[in-house]
Structure formats: structure tokens, C-alpha cells
């Protein structure tokens, strides 16, 4: 069985029966996820960036790698979990924009990074606490607004002057590969490049 084509048909009943099949017949959960859940997902992120995909399709698939991923969870001891690395995300301070970053959220979770999201309004201090708490790898910020972009470059030096070790990774509609250069960080255009970026990022 296909699992991965389910994933790329948002097909999540189709998920849910199929990986209790699987599991049913004993297969190992981290195939599943490899082999089936990531490999579908991995093809909704190449339709995604060549224009073959859009976004109400890439959410479905989400949603049904989502389902599947909450039913071998459980049967995966943490240590073994597949994870490429952490980023901390939020739409930051002042936006409250936040449909893009959930899509990026839903992308990056389903490629195998553990994301701790922050949700909208997000402040310096919430980034900071996040990062330390969660030993991040990755920070990720999204503004939508000309007017919230520029807090991007606070945080940044903020947690430079705190000495954490992470990467930033930015996006959002009014940002640019200059603009998120000259700030220290690294540009993705959409949920697809961002899973791109964070995995160079995180290598
Ligand atoms: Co607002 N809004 N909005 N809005 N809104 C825009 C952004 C705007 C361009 C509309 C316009 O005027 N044409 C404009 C900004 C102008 C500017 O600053 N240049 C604007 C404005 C002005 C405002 C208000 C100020 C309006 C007002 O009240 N006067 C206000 C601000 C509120 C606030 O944040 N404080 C406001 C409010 C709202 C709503 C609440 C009504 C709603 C948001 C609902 C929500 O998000 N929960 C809303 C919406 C929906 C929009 C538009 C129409 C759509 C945004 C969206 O969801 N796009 C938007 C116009 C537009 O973009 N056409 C607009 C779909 C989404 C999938 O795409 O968010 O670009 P996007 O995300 C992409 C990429 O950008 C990228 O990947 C995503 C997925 O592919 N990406 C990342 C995003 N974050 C990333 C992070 C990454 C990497 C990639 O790494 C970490």
C-alpha cells in the first residue's frame, strides 16, 4: 500500500486506516513514518514549490501526515524519534498574521522538525525563554506588515547579546532575501522553501 499517496491526497481517513493496518500487521512505526508519512510529504513540498499544489491541498496533506503521525507517536520512544531539529516560530510582535506561519508550522512538523510554536504578538522575551527551554536549534520569525518586520532585527541581536547558538530563519509577504540578509537571517518565500532552509540550516 501507498501510504505516501494518501499524504499527497490529503486523504486523512485513508491515513488513519491504513497506518492501523500497518501497525495491525506488526510493521515498525519508523518505516511508517519514512518510508510512508515524510516520503508523501516530502512530494506535497516539491508540488508546492513548482506551482502543481496550493495551499488548501497542502493543508489537507498536512492534516492527514498530522493524523498518521498521532497514531505511531505514541508508539515511538522519544529517543528514537526521527527529528532534524528544533525551531522555535512565532509571528512576531505587533502581527497577528498568522495563516502563513501555521502553513510553514504544519510543513516543518511534517518534514521531522519539532516546532514550538509561539502563535502571534510574539515578543523578544518569549523567543528567548523559548530557545533556552527547548535547547533550540532554529529561530523562526514571520511578519506579514512593513511595520512588524523590523522587530526581526531586535530579537536577533537580542538573543545574539544573550549568546544563544541558533540560526534565524524569517518570512512573510513584505520580506525579501536583502532585507532578511542584512538582518542576519535567511529568507524562505514560502512553506516549501522553508522546510528547504531549515534543513540547511540545521545540518
Ligand atoms: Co492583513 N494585511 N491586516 N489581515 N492581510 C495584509 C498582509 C496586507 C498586504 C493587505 C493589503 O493591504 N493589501 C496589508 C499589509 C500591508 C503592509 O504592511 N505592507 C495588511 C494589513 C494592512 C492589515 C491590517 C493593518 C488592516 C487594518 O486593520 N487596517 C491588520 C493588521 C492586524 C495585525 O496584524 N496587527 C490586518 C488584519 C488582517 C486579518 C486579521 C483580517 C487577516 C489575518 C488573519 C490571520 O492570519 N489569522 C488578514 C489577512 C488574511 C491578510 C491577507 C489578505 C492575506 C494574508 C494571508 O494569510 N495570506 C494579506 C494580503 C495578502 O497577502 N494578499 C493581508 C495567505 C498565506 C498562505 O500567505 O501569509 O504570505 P502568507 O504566508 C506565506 C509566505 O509569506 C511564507 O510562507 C507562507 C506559506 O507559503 N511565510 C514564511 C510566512 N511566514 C513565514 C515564515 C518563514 C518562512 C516563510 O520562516 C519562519
Do not use: W
Amino acid at each position: 500500500m501507498d501510504l505516501g499517496q494518501f499524504i499527497i491526497d490529503g486523504n486523512e481517513l485513508g491515513i488513519i486506516e491504513n497506518v492501523n493496518l500497518l501497525i495491525a500487521a506488526q510493521a515498525d512505526p519508523i518505516v511508517i513514518i519514512n518510508d510512508g508519512l515524510l516520503s508523501g510529504m516530502n512530494v506535497v513540498g516539491e508540488k508546492f514549490k513548482n506551482g502543481e499544489m496550493f495551499v488548501p491541498e497542502v493543508l489537507m496533506a498536512a492534516r492527514a501526515m498530522n493524523a498518521g503521525m498521532d497514531i505511531v507517536k505514541p508508539l515511538i520512544a522519544d529517543k528514537d524519534m526521527p527529528t532534524l531539529g528544533t525551531i522555535v516560530i512565532g509571528t512576531v510582535k505587533g502581527d497577528l498574521h498568522d495563516i502563513g506561519k501555521n502553513l510553514v508550522v504544519m510543513m516543518l512538523e511534517s518534514a521531522g522538525f519539532k516546532v514550538v510554536d509561539l502563535g502571534v504578538d510574539t515578543k523578544v522575551e518569549q523567543f528567548i525563554a523559548a530557545v533556552k527551554e527547548n535547547n533550540a536549534d532554529i529561530v523562526g520569525m514571520s511578519a506579514m506588515l512593513t511595520t512588524t518586520m523590523t522587530y526581526m532585527q531586535e530579537i536577533i541581536n537580542a538573543c545574539e547579546n544573550e549568546g544563544l547558538n541558533v540560526q534565524y530563519l524569517v518570512g512573510g509577504a513584505p520580506l525579501s532575501p536583502v532585507y532578511s540578509k542584512k538582518i542576519g537571517a535567511v529568507y524562505a518565500a514560502d512553506a516549501s522553501g522553508a522546510v528547504d532552509t531549515a534543513k540547511e540550516l540545521a545540518a
